[in-house]
């Protein structure tokens, strides 16, 4: 008999669901358990993110979505990996967020969208495709700790718009671009034009790249 | 302590990729949210409950009907969408472009769209009706049988036409099966052959006058004189497109069961009712489909059959068989009962007046037609919106920056009164000039109007526009009205247009020289 799943880990949890066919109570059970642990995450992501231009109600219905595809797609997870809880829980919880905004991209597939890049930022995109090399000698987890503590000296406005404009950023892209509507209705939020907006963007970025490479990287001096 | 910058300078790219991952995993702090619109914390035994619940709702909302499936390998090719309304979306393509370079009618000609498709016409006594055939460079050669009558062999190259729409066309010899040579599955790719002729005999614009009328077999029948189509094209488009409540299907006799099977069906906008027939229902032996085993043979009954408790009155009519087949196919088309006071609500109503200022209280989207290149409304209506809104025409140059939103059939819109939205429709290739043809890309019209009819939906709106498309763009209002009904009436919006003045001389689409007129002479 399978043991019970409350201190179960994330990726054994998706084992689990992954093996349906085998044991569909325990699947269920397990879907269950990972629904509990992370929902209300997955919510605060969610409408931190989409309740300005989808509703509350609809956010709700996408993060029930999102939970429920996992379960289709658990199958696809790679949960046999070896690594600590707190970083199953982070890749659970970005599996879950990536699947969140397939959703909300989906429902606004085809429709307008609009350069997030203000006037100066166009002119200076580079010729070619080939963007920064991924191979930055400062350790991920250390660019994380100094952009968190970047981001809180930003004023409200400016982290509202860089959440809001980055949940449309595209690594592969270098003209970044977002729904034409969503810009509206953030417009609306925020209380600045579109062209406002997308300066207030290339202003927060350049503060955040400011403070990165101004501030040590070091991790003791946080 | 090093500092980054005196190596490593991190740079934009970084910063905005690191932004996304932090806010993909949330390592950071997430600002405030409303209690109220988070969910109470989730038990186990609620989360089972959820669970079940969206189990139970996605089991619905993709039960498999007792429809039966599509098997022939070329209906496969055709990807996991419904083939019907593939096969229905790719004919509208082809018609679209062939008509925005000149194909006209009613009646449309199908061998002059089968040259303007680059398919070589060869007529021929040695095969019974028509079949396909490519060569190595998958370039298709139609061969047909000139000594047929010239609807059937108008509708024979329509349908081999339909055949060219499928991406394994080119592998295979096409023929139109004969019975004794059909597959069991065959019928399937005949079917929705017969459905892409449908659509290319029948385009956009053709039998507009008659959607009032009740589509009666004797109504089929008229318009299969008036427009030298088949019975099962005037169905298809008569039925998609009327304003009465009711339903055809194409039904053919089973050799294995002496019963009628339904091929597919047709269902008009005005029907609400449920019913169960459906692909593939077998019609009861006491049906008197049977009795129609002749083409023309009529006959007409109360059915109790067709949805539980109600009697549906249904006319069939016997048509052409597929190539072959001992029995005719047989067309029925079913109503529901209905109160006697009922009366057709006319979806599309014509007025005298300015367009700029639409009738009624309810939430209006008021239409106008846009180039794909300027981003100033400098001619016709758009013009006279200009100047009326021109925050709207402000809003539209913001959305229109850097023109990538100005592809065809892209759709743009602006409240410009509480109760008023102007959409500009992205339908026109150019602007200015005169003599290159009209501007108007009906294709790109067709899929902005689609967008409108899911906006109209969604605000609970009614659409007015001018006759759009009619001016600088030089379309003609016969096919743009066809799309209109097709995109926006079919889905239960209802339009207004406006005419500033009487209109007796509608733009009519204009007639394009081909060099090859075989066709003309052919029939």
Sequence with gaps: MAPPCDDISDFELIRRMADERANFAEARDAWGHFYVRHHRFLLRVCMSYHKYVLGAEEVKDVVHQAFFKAFDGAKTFNHAEDCPIVIQERKSRGWLVQIAENLVRDRFRNQPEVSLLADGEIDQLPATTEGERDDNPVPESERLNLLKAGLILLSDVEQTVLRATMFWWQGDQQHQRMLHTALLELSKQVGKSPENIRQIRARA?????????????DEKAH | MKKPTEKYSIGKDTIEKDLKTLFRTEDCSLPNIDQEVLEPAMDLQRAHQLFDELRTARTGSTKRSSEPKWTHPSVLTLGNVDPITEIVSRARVAVLRAVEHGWNGPPYNPFTLAEMRGIKLLPTEKVLDA???SDSKDRFTIEFNPQRAAARMRYSIA??????????CAAATRNRATHQEMKEDEWQLESLCNIAAAEILMPFGTIQDE???RPG???VLELRRKYLASCEAVANRLIRLSAHPCFAFLARRSEATSRYFVEYRIVSPALHEDFAIQRGYELPHSSKASTCVAIGARDQEDARWVSSGKSWFIEYLGISPNTGEPYPRVLGLAFPPLPPDFTVAESLTVLNGDASE????EPKLLLQVVNDQAMVWGGGFAKQARKKWPHAQTHYREWAYGRRNLKLGNIHSVSVRED????SLVAQHGFGGAGSGPKIRYGALFAALEKV????????ATVHMPRIGTGEAGGSWNIIEGIVRETLISRGVKVTIYDLHPRNDLPRQPSLEFPHKMADELI
């Design chain 2, 420 to 423: 008023l939205t102007l959409v």
């Design chain 2, 217 to 219: 077999a004797g109504l």
């Design chain 2, 453 to 460: 009819a899911d906006l109209a939906s969604a605000q609970r």
């Design chain 2, 159 to 168: 349908h081999e036409i339909g055949h060219t729409l499928f991406s394994d």
């Design chain 1, 205 to 217: 970025v350049r503060k955040l790249e400011k403070y990165v490479n101004e501030n040590p990287h």
């Design chain 2, 211 to 213: 959607l009032s009328k």
């Design chain 2, 358 to 361: 639409p009738f009624g209280a």
């Design chain 2, 131 to 133: 079949r396909t055939h």
